[in-house]
C-alpha cells in the first residue's frame, strides 16, 4: 500500500524462467564431456562418481518438490545433446591417392621388385613400418596400444619370473667370449715394423721376439735389423752388416738370446749373440756333407738345430758343440719342416706331396701318408695347441689335417681343404692361440689370407685396403701373444696389423 493505493505485485515471466532453465541444463551437459583430467579433479573435490550423482539425484528430488510445476519442455531441454558440425567446405584431393617416386636413393631399399616404381603414401607408411618392426625383431614396447600392452601382460604372467626380469631390465646379459669371432677381424693397420730403417732389397725374414717387445727383419741387403714395436714409431734398436752375406733366413732361439742366419750358396751360416753383442761365423759343422745350409728350423727346447739338406737329408745339430748327432731322410727333396709343440716330433712333406712323421729321440719314421691331391709340396706348419698340421701346394691349396689322424692313420683325410690362393702357398703360419692359420704366396702381390680356426673360413676383411700395402709376402709371423702380425715384402717393408681381439703383446 503506496499513499492509499495498493500497488499489486508484478507477475513472473514463464518464458525467462524456462530460458534460464534450458542454459542451466546446456552448462550440465557440456560439463558432463569434459576430459579425464577435470573428471579426476571432480573426484578430488566432490568426491567419487557415484556420490556425486547420488547427490545429484538427491538435489533433484529437492528442485522437483519445490517446483514441480516443470513442464515437459523443460525436461527435453535438460537431456538435449548438441548436434554434431559439419564440414563448411571439402577438398576433393583429400580423397586421392598421391604416389611416392620409389627410385630415389633414400627409397630403394623400401622396394621388394622393379615393378614398384610407384608408391601409395599409404603403401609406403606400411612398408616403412614393417621394416622398423623387422629390424627391432618386432613391435617395440612403447609403440603398442594398451590393449596390447594388457594382453600381453597377461601373457607374461605365465611365463617364468626368470624371464620378467630378463624383459624387464636394461644392460648386457650376454657375457663376451674369449674366443676368436669369425667373419671379420678387428685390426688396425700401423706403422711398418721396419719404418725406422726399410731394406734397400727383398726383406727375407720377420719375426718377434719370443718374450721382449722386439721385432726383427732381415734380407737381402745383408743385414739384420732389430726394431721395439710400439705401433706408433717402432724406433730401431740394432742393425747389423753381414759383409757378403744376403740373408734367406734368420730366427731367435727359444730364449731369445740368440739370431741364427743362414745365406743362398754356402753352408757358412751366422750366430748373433745379443746378449755379449758379437757375431759367430760357423764356417765347419762336424759330420754335415752339404755343400749349402739354407733352410732351418730352432727345436722347441732351443737345444738343437734342425737343418733341411739336399736329396731329402734332414740334419740335427746341436747348438752347444755345433755338431750333426744324426739324420733322417725322406724320398725325393724336402719342401716343409714343422715340430710339434713338445719337440718330440717333426713333420716334413717333400716336394712330391709325401708326408712323413719322424720321432726325434729314435729317428724313426712314425707315419707316412700321400698329401689328399697334392701334386707337389711347397710348405708346412704345426700348430702350437698340437691339434692342427697344414701342408701346402704349388697349386694353392691348404690341406688342414688332425695331428692325431695324422699319427694313427695311413690316409688321413684333410679337415678343410683351403682354397683361397690361386698361386703357389709359400708360407704358412698359426698363432700362438691356434685361432688363426696365415697363408700367402709369394708369386703375387696381396696374395696373403687369415683364416679362422675352427671354422675355417677366410676373413673377409684381410687384405682390404684402398691401396696395395702387402705386395708380395715372404714371411709371416705372429707375436707371442698375438697381439700384433706382420709379413716381410718385396719392397723391403714389413707391414704390421695390430690384432684388436688380443689385448697384449
Not at 354 to 360: A, G, L, N, Q, S
Amino acid at each position: 500500500i503506496d499513499g492509499g493505493k495498493r500497488v499489486s505485485e508484478p507477475e513472473p515471466d514463464y518464458e525467462e524462467e524456462v530460458l534460464k532453465k534450458h542454459k542451466n541444463a546446456q552448462a550440465v551437459t557440456v560439463l558432463g564431456e569434459e576430459d579425464a583430467s577435470v573428471k579426476l579433479l571432480e573426484e578430488l573435490v566432490f568426491g567419487a562418481e557415484d556420490d556425486l550423482v547420488e547427490r545429484l539425484d538427491g538435489g533433484a528430488t529437492l528442485l522437483d518438490d519445490d517446483d514441480s510445476s516443470d513442464s515437459d519442455v523443460e525436461n527435453e531441454a535438460r537431456l538435449k545433446v548438441q548436434p554434431t558440425r559439419t564440414a563448411v567446405w571439402k577438398d576433393e584431393d583429400d580423397d586421392l591417392e598421391e604416389e611416392v617416386d620409389m627410385t630415389h636413393r633414400f627409397r630403394r631399399d623400401l622396394t621388394k621388385s622393379d615393378a614398384e616404381a610407384k608408391m601409395s603414401k599409404q603403401k609406403l607408411q606400411q612398408r616403412m613400418k614393417e621394416q622398423f618392426q623387422k629390424a627391432m625383431g618386432g613391435m617395440p614396447s612403447w609403440a603398442e596400444t594398451k590393449v596390447k600392452k594388457k594382453n600381453k601382460k597377461k601373457d607374461d604372467s605365465d611365463e617364468d619370473s626368470d624371464g620378467d626380469d630378463l624383459m624387464r631390465k636394461t644392460g648386457n646379459f650376454v657375457g663376451s667370449s674369449d674366443s676368436l669371432p669369425k667373419g671379420i677381424i678387428r685390426m688396425k693397420k700401423c706403422l711398418h715394423a721396419n719404418n725406422d730403417r726399410p731394406s734397400e732389397d727383398r726383406l727375407t725374414t720377420v719375426q718377434f721376439h719370443p718374450s721382449a717387445q722386439v721385432v726383427m727383419t732381415a734380407g737381402l741387403d745383408q743385414s739384420i735389423s732389430l726394431f721395439q714395436v710400439d705401433g706408433k714409431t717402432n724406433p730401431k734398436i740394432q742393425s747389423i752388416h753381414l759383409e757378403k752375406f744376403p740373408v734367406h733366413k734368420a730366427q731367435f732361439s727359444v730364449n731369445g738370446e740368440q739370431v741364427v742366419a743362414t745365406s743362398f750358396r754356402n753352408k757358412l751360416f751366422y750366430i748373433y749373440d745379443m746378449m755379449e753383442g758379437k757375431v759367430i761365423p760357423v764356417h765347419t759343422v762336424r759330420g754335415l756333407r752339404e755343400q749349402r745350409v739354407k733352410e732351418f728350423e730352432v727345436s722347441p727346447d732351443g737345444e738343437s738345430l734342425l737343418l733341411t739338406g739336399t736329396s731329402g737329408y734332414l740334419h740335427v745339430l746341436t747348438m752347444k758343440t755345433k755338431e750333426v748327432v744324426k739324420s733322417m731322410k725322406i724320398n725325393g727333396n724336402i719342401a716343409g719342416v714343422a715340430f710339434s709343440n713338445d719337440g718330440s716330433k717333426v713333420f716334413t712333406n717333400s716336394e712330391e706331396g709325401e708326408v712323413y712323421i719322424w720321432d726325434m729321440r729314435s729317428s724313426k719314421c712314425l707315419n707316412r701318408f700321400i698329401d689328399d691331391g697334392c701334386v707337389s709340396g711347397t710348405s708346412m706348419a704345426a700348430s702350437k695347441n698340437g691339434q692342427y698340421l697344414a701342408c701346402g701346394s704349388a697349386a694353392g691349396v691348404v690341406n688342414v689335417y688332425s695331428q692325431e689322424e695324422c699319427m694313427q692313420q695311413n690316409n688321413p683325410k684333410p679337415m678343410k681343404t683351403i682354397m683361397n690362393l690361386v698361386t703357389s702357398a709359400t708360407s704358412l703360419r698359426f698363432n700362438p692361440t691356434s685361432e688363426i692359420l696365415a697363408i700367402a704366396s709369394r708369386a703375387d702381390d696381396e696374395a696373403a689370407r687369415l683364416v679362422h680356426i675352427p671354422s675355417f673360413t677366410v676373413f673377409s676383411n684381410f687384405p682390404m685396403f684402398q691401396r696395395k700395402t702387402i705386395y708380395r709376402a715372404h714371411r709371416l709371423d705372429f707375436s707371442p701373444n698375438s697381439g700384433f702380425f706382420s709379413l716381410a715384402n718385396n719392397k723391403g717393408h714389413a707391414p704390421l696389423f695390430r690384432l684388436l681381439h688380443y689385448k697384449d703383446f
